[in-house]
């Protein structure tokens, strides 16, 4: 069929009772341009009376309903063919109407779905369509709301190429030659028998045919018939992380002379192998997954999911030592799959956050029993060609996992999944401790005697990490467990590496995936991976920062008042703030300490503790990393003490500060990969030095910002397409004449968008504001703003931005 962008000329609003509007309108429509997030520009402030998306899990934005309606002409020529509408996602409960007639729904905010229009279109003239979506209490983390996604028109002749109706395998590979197997479903809604000619041809990157065929086939009345057909492919560059050669299928349908149809489907040639023994292979070759957990915000704009947002997370996350993602916890985004096949990153694809039990009052789980089967449908048709995804994830911290009816209902799910697609594997993000939930109080009572004798589950827990840990590797978790970890190929725990070593011995034939990992624990984790080898790899939360469950990853002093952390943040609280890359894409410290971890970093990196913290007791969350950042700028606290953190696979490193020697500390993996430095601050430069058998190894280096304040703009790219779903990421710096980021200068930076461009998000990595992503201005947070802007025709986007005490910059960007 032939796909169309729909996303232009849309318009929407929060919904309102249609007998309100009796005597006229109450709440005007706005035009908008899809995807779009309807919450993002709510007002975050909790009203009295009105209840947020479960307060600081949803970042404190309101829920609600919204309606949106767009107005189009259907030529007379469409008459008699097929008009189908495809939404990628329309967050949550979604219900369509066209020109007043009921036309489809969903309630799963993450899958996509299509609905027939045909016969609700009026020919010749305009039409309506409208969608609602409904947000209400129903995500622990912050969703958006609203047509988030790409929505497609597709128009087709009655005999066509169903839509995701094209499937590759690579059932065969060998040393210069592979089998490609292509089935394409061809459907015949008329009343007459069609025998047509079905022509493939495959193509390289370069576009070059390397393989293909023509063949009959026949469709009876009102049927639809799979075409498989069987190619040889001589030489093949196989795909993987590091080598990510596409091919591309084009698949056309003809009648004699007459093109009826044609698609096409892009796909990699790559085998995957498991065993305890050698753990993943893909190509023969063992992999272990360096993973990232992401939610699907993209930070200043919302839940928008633009490709080009997608793209650069996925490049971003790999450029910093990242080889796989774990989507979390919902089916990705077709943009961020498209954007993993090209860049060459692994995707583990998860189903759902709930089966039967609910996390929240109105969530997912009343319509699980109905729609699971085609929700996983869905995600499994949209993965299917993609080469990223070596594994689905059949759910996440599921509660019904401890049970032997969670168990079943399990098992029910993985044979689904295995029966639509048997070349991938299958897991579940299991969480123990949540498994065994209602029997938390028994686990304490046992302890209690143990308690009384200076042992016992409360004085030998560090933190709660070690007490989940605890847990889930207590005989009961697994009891409990053991069946829902069977009907796996992969087991997946979340945070759970106690258990790691205790399997080999007690489940030889188990193998272990790190689906949820603490990021202050990187290196213990990594240590078990390497050692272990049905142990393939490790999925840290957060790669990526996200709105919502504000505050778990942000360091906190103990007090007499509070001695102990306290899990949400209250409002203003915006951020999470556990990921290794904050939500404008800006890495931060744990992130270089990880790739060192992964030994990808021979360079040691120097961070650097906010002074005024220095001397509290630190009790943050097992998700929150120390309060440091790469910065040597502390104005008004030079000679006070300051902590320096230094991060090496070194034997030792040195620190210099204006030339003069701190000494030399050990680090190194004996040593957690860090040291600490605890001297006077003093402005200028500081360096750190590391030596492996008392040779220089690397050396980095700070320099404090000094002099006049200036404001940058620099755009990601100076050229960017009028496509559907390019932006231009600009990045807003406040610098020294060195261009040396001040950290401690932050003002407002106000922005003004020009030409054929328009601002879609402006925001900073502030983890706590009352600032809206939908303003002109912003105030930077460490010397850094981000502005996205969209392109809208062919031309120059000029961006003016403007900050106290600083010139006035510009950006010229190029659209073609």
């Given at each position: ?46 009203r ?49 109407h ?40 129903d995500?622990?983390?912050y ?28 059932p ?16 015949n ?115 928008a ?39 060459g ?47 689905y ?70 933190d ?78 957060t ?78 969350s ?26 090496s ?9 204006n ?95 020009s ?26 947070y ?35």
């Amino acid at each position: 069929m032939i796909r169309t962008s729909f996303n232009d000329d849309w318009q929407f609003r929060r919904k309102v009772n249609p007998f309100a509007e009796l005597s006229g309108p109450v709440a005007p429509f706005q035009d908008v341009t899809l995807p779009h997030d309807a919450m993002i520009a709510e007002d975050r402030v909790p009203r009295e009376g009105e209840v947020t998306m479960e307060g600081g899990a949803g970042a404190y934005f309101p829920g609600g309903v919204y309606e949106y309606r767009k107005t189009f002409f259907v030529p007379e020529e469409l008459r008699g063919k097929r008009v189908q509408f495809q939404f990628e996602g329309v967050y949550r409960d979604a219900t369509v109407h066209i020109n007043g007639d009921y036309a489809g729904q969903r309630p799963y905010g993450y899958s996509h779905f299509t609905v027939d229009a045909d016969q609700h279109l009026r020919y010749g003239a305009d039409n309506e369509i409208r969608v609602e979506a409904r947000a209400h209490q129903d995500s622990r983390w912050y969703s958006g709301a609203g047509v988030y996604r790409d929505t497609w028109l597709l128009t087709g002749d009655v005999v066509r190429i169903v839509p995701d109706g094209i499937r590759v395998t690579t059932p065969d590979v060998e040393d210069g030659r592979a089998v490609v197997e292509v089935t394409t479903r061809v459907r015949n809604d008329s009343i007459a028998r069609h025998t047509l000619d079905l022509a493939i041809a495959v193509r390289d990157a370069d576009g070059d045919a390397v393989t293909g065929d023509t063949t009959k086939v026949t469709v009876l009345p009102g049927e639809e018939s799979l075409v498989r057909t069987r190619l040889y492919l001589s030489g093949p560059r196989l795909w993987d992380a590091g080598n990510p050669h596409l091919y591309r299928a084009e698949v056309t349908m003809t009648d004699g002379d007459q093109l009826l149809d044609s698609d096409t489907a892009d796909f990699g040639v790559r085998t995957l192998q498991l065993d305890p023994e050698r753990g993943l292979r893909v190509n023969g070759r063992t992999v272990k997954l360096r993973g990232a957990c992401v939610h699907h915000d993209n930070g200043p704009l919302g839940a928008a999911t633009y490709a080009r947002s997608e793209e650069r997370r996925v490049r971003l996350l790999k450029d910093a030592g990242f080889n796989a993602i774990r989507m979390s916890h919902h089916p990705m985004s077709r943009a961020m799959l498209d954007a993993c096949d090209r860049l060459g990153v692994y995707v583990v694809d998860e189903t759902f956050d709930v089966w039967t039990s609910a996390k929240n009052g109105f969530d997912y789980s009343l319509h699980f029993p109905e729609w699971w089967e085609r929700d996983v449908e869905a995600m499994v048709a949209k993965d299917y060609n993609h080469p990223s995804v070596i594994m689905y994830s059949i759910g996440n911290e599921i509660p019904e996992a401890g049970s032997a009816a969670g168990a079943a209902l399990g098992r029910k799910l993985a044979e689904k999944v295995r029966s639509l697609d048997p070349t991938r594997y299958v897991t579940n993000a299991v969480n123990g401790f949540l498994a065994v939930m209602s029997e938390l109080a028994t686990l304490r009572a046992q302890h209690q005697q143990g308690a009384q004798d200076g042992g016992g589950i409360n004085s030998q827990m560090a933190d709660a990490g070690d007490m989940i840990n605890h847990i889930s590797a207590s005989d009961l978790v697994t009891e409990r467990t053991a069946e829902s970890f069977a009907v796996l190929d992969v087991a997946g725990m979340n945070y759970a590496e106690a258990r790691y070593a205790l399997d080999r011995e007690r489940f030889p034939n188990r193998i272990i995936l790190g689906t949820e990992t603490f990021p202050t624990r990187i290196d213990g984790n990594w240590k078990l991976v390497e050692e272990h080898s049905h142990v393939i790899g490790d999925f840290t939360w957060t790669g990526w920062d996200y709105l919502g469950e504000v505050g778990i990853g942000r360091q906190q002093f103990a007090t007499p008042e509070n001695p102990r952390p306290v899990h949400t943040a209250p409002f203003p609280q915006l951020l999470a703030g556990c990921g290794d890359i904050d939500i404008t894409g800006h890495r931060r410290p744990v992130s270089y300490y990880r790739e060192i971890v992964f030994g990808l970093r021979t360079q040691p990196y120097i961070a650097v503790r906010r002074p005024e913290t220095h001397g509290l007791t630190p009790i943050g969350s097992p998700w929150a990393w120390s309060e440091s950042i790469a910065s040597w700028t502390w104005p008004g606290w030079e000679g006070n003490p300051i902590t320096v953190e230094v991060y090496s696979d070194a034997d030792e490193v040195e620190l210099l500060g204006n030339g003069n020697s701190f000494g030399r500390r050990p680090v190194g993996a004996e040593h957690r990969f860090r040291t600490e430095f605890d001297i006077v601050y003093v402005p200028g430069d500081l360096v750190a030095v590391a030596y492996k058998d008392g040779v220089e190894t690397g050396r980095t280096g700070l320099q404090w910002a000094n002099g006049p304040l200036r404001l940058h703009a620099e755009a990601d790219r100076q050229v960017v397409r009028a496509t559907v779903g390019d932006l231009a990421y600009v990045s807003l710096t406040l610098t020294d004449a060195h261009g040396t980021v001040h950290s401690a200068a932050d003002r407002p930076v106000t922005v003004e968008v020009s030409g054929t461009g328009e601002l879609v998000g402006f925001g900073s990595a502030a983890p706590a504001t009352e600032e809206r992503f939908d303003a002109t201005e912003r105030l930077t947070y460490e010397g850094r703003a981000l502005a996205v802007v969209r392109p809208t025709a062919t031309g120059k986007i000029r961006l003016l931005a403007n900050a106290p005490d600083c010139e006035p910059v510009e950006c010229i960007i190029t659209v073609e």
